[in-house]
């Protein structure tokens, strides 16, 4: 009915309700923001957990990696190949079987100090050896072999000093194969500052000329086990005199017979001459 006042179903509160009720409405509003600040502060506690556990994790993980790397380092750097002379030298004779330094005393000795990315030295090793081969095989001579690492930088993987360690390995369980092994990395000898060939491929090297490739081969190359001791015998074969000789090595390939040094002169086409080699070596065979 127009002009008529209806009563309210809800009576307004009285001044004293509205304290109540104002004071609920904060403590429900503090609570609030307390459980908000707690939550806030458990997530926080636990992101700081989180990258405390990470960060300590990380520096472990790095801490695993260095010791990890420096235990293979320390592993191998007392690591010495077997079959090699004190100067470490590999010394075969008849029929390709390593011979003691002793009994080399008794013989004709040829010594070889070379690097496997040393360019002269392939242009000595790959004319001459065959007739080296035929030496050793019928016990005319024994020839010791110096693989020694100096030309890295002249690689793009560290080839020499790969190489060098390979040729150790097989020396180390299979020296039968070295004269094999060490014909076969010449003749898959990279040109200077390039890539050479990787461990995969070098293990293909050793393959194709009989190596077993087992664990323990694998294992020798892919930890580079006679790194160090590669390193040793490169600073000791240029600074003292080279073996049954009285000078001390200036570069590679150096070769002596019987203590003489086998030279060139300079000239390559006297390197690559096996004729003149067997000539040196009949001339410097003991009487």
């Given at each position: ?51 405390i ?8 993980y ?9 235990s ?84 793009l ?23 094999d ?18 461990d995969?491929?070098l ?85």
């Open positions: 009915m127009k002009g008529v006042k209806t009563m309210s179903m809800n009576p307004r509160p009285t001044r004293s309700e509205q304290r109540d009720l104002a004071r609920a409405k904060a403590k429900a509003l503090r609570e609030q923001k307390a459980s908000a600040d707690k939550r806030k502060r458990s997530l926080i506690i636990t992101l700081v957990t989180v990258l556990v990470g960060v300590v994790g990380g520096v472990g790095a801490v695993f990696q260095l010791s990890s790397t420096s293979t380092s320390n592993a191998n750097a007392h690591k010495t190949p077997a079959n090699v002379t004190t100067k470490g030298g590999i010394l075969l004779g008849k029929d390709f079987t390593v011979v003691s330094e002793a009994d080399a005393k008794k013989m004709d000795h040829i010594v070889i100090y070379q690097d496997y990315q040393c360019p002269i030295c392939q242009m000595f090793e790959n004319p001459n050896a065959t007739q080296i081969g035929t030496w050793i095989k019928s016990g005319l001579a024994v020839v010791e072999y110096h693989p020694i690492s100096f030309l890295d930088g002249h690689s993987n560290n080839y020499s000093s790969r190489a060098a360690n390979a040729a150790l390995c097989v020396a180390n369980s299979q020296p039968a194969k070295f004269f092994v060490n014909t076969a990395l010449y003749a898959n000898q990279p040109q200077e500052n390039t890539s050479g060939p990787n995969s491929q293990k293909d090297t050793l393959r194709a000329v009989g190596v077993d490739v087992n664990s323990e081969m694998n294992e020798c190359i892919d930890q580079k086990r006679y790194a160090k001791f590669i390193e040793n015998k490169t600073s000791e074969a240029f600074t003292t005199p080279a073996v049954t000789g009285t000078d001390i090595p200036t570069g590679t390939p150096d070769i002596l017979v019987n203590g003489v040094v086998y030279t060139w002169d300079g000239d390559a086409t006297k390197l690559v001459n096996p004729g003149r080699f067997a000539q040196f070596f009949e001339a410097n065979k003991k009487k």
